[in-house]
């Protein structure tokens, strides 16, 4: 087998697909494209594809990472080129790279991914207090709730999660960025930091209304 | 309205069914093009996807230079009352144009159930619900087709231009039509007068009806000259040189059918006496197998799909389907493509064929013997016996399947509980066949699902009543305590949802206020079980003063006008009480495929023949029955 590394972007109407409606895009455009996908074994063969995070609907991807497995090798070059002649819009290949059979999957090594979250003017509560981030960053704890799978509400700790946060712009809103621990043993939504971070000055949003675009993993 | 309309986006369950950006979408120049049509699907975008026609009138119109065609399916709740709180236009997907800036909106019809949402879509593009109120002509040309409009008279005020029968052989008389009329300036009235001179092409405001104190129909005319009294239904008479989209588009989101489909052939002639599709796609029409393979290269490869099903009324019919599937899997089986078969016969020849496509053996086999007793499947001319269903459901146990499906109708004309009885024995005896044939007999399962009878215009139980919603729900209650049992499992439909589709089936032009005010009570998505109340329709039938059972419950006489008697499906009235005679005497007529034509009178009307690609083509005699 031949593994690739696939760095893509998805924005516009493709942020709109869910993570297993991507799954099935990508086939049918690996099909498309006349690529010699590898598929499991089994009843249902499916394409070996493994994702580093899923994205949730309606976040723009700017450097997402996936890979893949071919029954033959394909350069580099013309690996992209096909694909992104046969991928619906919003998604394309920006990068392709080999990676080495005994590479550990792209889940198993994230640790963080980063985040532009911007909030139209009409949507901002009101401005922002001076040194908000700071003092809101020097939290020892930083408390949220979040529904589990059982429907029962958990109050976590986000302050070890989140890496970064700043304010990018205040023109026409607010931009701010974000690094987020995400991966296995510590998750937090860009949503989720925004959300205590507008509680923490004093003010309430609307989760709907972010704009969220998630700049790159690692 | 880009911009708000992304927010909303935000806010919806499943934002992709609204945000288009799918492979193969059309998007045209808008202001080059002469002819803007938008497509509506009156369900939600995971239906409308998986339909044929769709596809077919999309490629179709945008393959011409002067048109465009975008599509836009109807707003699921949380999207309606997004829409509704922003006061954001309903808009096509392509270009995301309000509706009200198209020059034509076609609905396709595909069940009574959906016509709320036809209601509920104009009113959330804010045109006027009614024709009346649109003639200024400041507003689209609201146009409808599809099986619903073979008896389009309970939409006929809200609807300005019905297309009757095959759409790729109307659109483009239409479209050009519209453009005719453009260029010579014509008002409102002169191009629907002009519309009225196809073919196929019914515009109900230019016709007149009389009612009768018993509340039946006296007289249904046509007023204007050139205006036919009777319409007559647009038939493709060359199937091979149809147009067929092979660029489908590929649907962003998970739909019902998410898989090309290969439409082998067009029509039925098994002539079940209550299927109104046998009668509306007549004659049958077979595609030839070059024609199909390269279709399916095309489309395959345009779109990706890694599934192919052969779809048509049914499909083992096909003359040459054995050699048609083997071929397809010996080209595009290597590139892990599988065919599939929406469509079984209930025969041994039929599990064959599944057994050559269906690589999965856990999925169930649905077959639909429709009667529990062969003197009711004589009365419906269903043209099974039980040995047949026997043979079939051993060939299925023997290859591997545990789950089988058997497909019955409860209601029928002239069942007692006897015929019901016989429901329960056949699902048993198939039953114990799975006893003896499936090793694992702790997956081996019977499910019997169970529809109730609606008289269906242009069938031979036209004339026929529905049986009462209390009588149906007694019959279902039966057959649930003869069905309980370990391996068999029974499913059955919401009686009270069948009532509505029989009154809205054989309705008249009276229904239209009902219709506008079950919406205004909230009816929406009446065809889903979530959403579907019987109250607001009960409601809204009262206080416009119809009596719903008398449609559903009347038995109409064979010298009563039929709300649908204008509407020409080719297949003579003579045909249907003769056929209707023979079903009540438990007569069967065989199938035309055969080679004798029983004389529905299609042929010679419509200048068609029934056309195999195995070269048996049957010869038409004219219609002498008096
Ligand atoms: S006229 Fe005869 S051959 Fe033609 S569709 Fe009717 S029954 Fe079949």
């Known amino acids: ?218 | 309205m880009e911009k708000q309309l992304e927010k909303i986006l935000r806010r919806v369950q499943k934002p992709g069914r609204y945000s288009g950006g799918e492979w193969n979408m059309v998007r045209k120049d808008w202001h080059s093009m002469c002819v803007k049509m938008a497509f509506a699907f009156p369900d939600v975008y995971e239906v409308g996807m998986s339909h044929l026609g769709l596809q077919i009138l999309y490629g179709m119109v945008n393959d011409r230079e002067d048109a465009l065609l975008e599509r836009v399916f109807a707003p699921w709740p949380d999207m309606e009352e997004q829409l509704r709180k922003t006061g954001l236009p309903l808009t096509s997907l392509e270009s995301r144009r309000p509706l009200r800036d198209f020059d034509i909106i076609g609905f396709t019809l595909q069940y009574e159930l959906s016509f709320t949402n036809i209601l509920n879509m104009l009113d959330l593009a804010g045109i006027p619900l009614r024709s009346a109120d649109r003639k200024g002509g400041n507003y689209p040309l609201v146009v409808a087709g599809g099986p619903c409009s073979f008896n389009p008279e309970p939409m006929a005020d809200f609807i300005d231009v019905f297309v009757i029968g095959e759409g790729e052989d109307a659109l483009n008389d239409l479209l050009d039509a519209y453009l005719a009329s453009r260029r010579s300036s014509e008002g409102w009235e002169d191009l629907l007068l002009r519309l009225a001179g196809f073919d196929g092409i019914y515009v109900p405001v230019l016709y007149r009806v009389e009612y009768n104190d018993d509340r039946t129909i006296k007289a249904l005319t046509s007023g204007s000259e050139g205006v036919p009294a009777l319409v007559h239904k647009r038939v493709v008479t060359d199937m091979d040189a149809a147009f067929f989209p092979t660029r489908m588009v590929v649907p962003a989101i998970e739909t019902v059918h998410d898989r090309a489909m290969l439409e082998v052939q067009r029509g039925c002639t098994r002539g079940c006496r209550f299927c109104q599709a046998g009668v509306i796609y007549r004659p049958v029409r077979e595609k030839e197998p070059e024609t199909l393979l390269r279709h399916a290269g095309e489309l395959l490869g345009s779109t990706g799909w890694g599934e192919i099903s052969l779809t048509s009324l049914s499909t083992s019919d096909y003359s040459r389907v054995s050699s048609l599937i083997s071929e397809l899997i010996k080209r595009h089986g290597p590139a892990g493509v599988n065919v599939s078969l929406p469509s079984l016969r209930v025969d041994a020849f039929s599990v064959d064929l599944a057994k050559e496509v269906q690589k999965v053996r856990r999925s169930s086999l649905t077959f639909a013997p429709e009667a529990g007793t062969q003197r009711l499947r004589d009365v419906i001319n269903k043209g099974v016996t039980e040995d047949n269903l026997m043979d079939a459901v051993g060939a299925a146990f023997s290859a591997g399947w545990q789950s089988i499906k058997l497909y019955f109708m409860i209601g029928l004309p002239t069942e007692t509980d006897d015929d019901i009885r016989g429901i329960a024995n056949l699902a048993r005896r198939v039953l114990d066949k799975g006893r003896m044939l499936v090793r694992v007999k702790g997956r081996l399962k019977v499910t019997v699902s169970v529809s109730s009878f609606v008289p269906k215009s242009h069938t031979a139980f036209q004339w026929e009543p529905q049986n009462s919603m209390a009588e149906l729900k007694r019959k279902q209650l039966l057959l649930r305590d003869l069905l309980r049992s370990r391996g068999l499992v029974f499913k059955w439909h919401d009686t009270r949802s069948s009532f509505l589709e029989a009154v809205l089936s054989r309705g008249d032009r009276r229904l239209a206020g009902a219709i506008e005010a079950a919406w205004r009570n909230g009816a929406r998505f009446d065809g889903w079980s979530e959403f579907f109340d019987l109250g607001k329709w009960l409601k809204a039938f009262e206080s416009t003063g119809i009596d719903p059972e008398g449609y559903a419950y009347r038995r109409y006489q064979y010298d009563d006008v039929l709300p649908w008697d204008h509407i020409g499906a080719g297949v003579s009235k003579k045909y249907l009480v003769r056929e209707h005679r023979r079903s009540l005497e438990g007569a069967i007529t065989p199938d035309c495929r055969g080679g004798q034509c029983p004389g529905c009178g299609l042929c010679a009307t419509l200048e068609v023949k029934p056309y195999l690609a195995g070269g048996e083509t049957v010869v038409p005699i004219p219609d002498t029955i008096q």
Not at chain 1, 176 to 190: A, F
Not at chain 1, 197 to 217: N, P, V, W
């Open chain 1, 1 to 218: 087998m031949f593994r690739y590394r696939i760095q893509y972007s998805k924005r516009g109407s493709a942020c709109y697909i869910s993570h297993l409606d991507l799954i099935r895009a990508l086939e049918r455009a690996f099909r498309r494209a006349g690529l010699p996908i590898a598929f499991s074994e089994g009843f249902n063969p499916h394409p070996r594809f493994s994702f580093a995070a899923p994205l949730p609907v309606g976040v723009e991807g700017l450097a997402e990472v996936l890979e893949v497995e071919m029954k033959e090798p394909v350069d580099h070059q013309v690996l992209a080129e096909r694909l992104n002649g046969a991928l619906p819009p919003g998604l394309v290949v920006l990068e392709v790279a080999d990676v080495p059979d005994n590479a550990p999957s792209p889940m198993a090594v994230l640790t963080g991914a980063g985040y532009i979250v911007h909030l139209d003017e009409d949507d901002l509560p009101g401005p922002l207090p001076a040194e908000a981030v700071r003092h809101f960053l020097s939290q020892e704890k930083i408390q949220v709730t979040r529904k589990g799978k059982d429907d029962k509400e958990k109050v976590r700790d986000i302050r070890p999660g989140i890496l970064k946060l700043n304010v990018l712009s205040q023109v026409n809103g607010l931009t701010i960025q974000l690094d987020l621990k995400t991966g296995s043993t510590m998750n937090v939504r860009p949503e989720e930091a925004v959300d205590a971070f507008f509680r923490y000055t004093g003010m309430s949003i609307d989760k709907a209304d972010l704009q969220i675009i998630r700049s790159g993993l690692f």
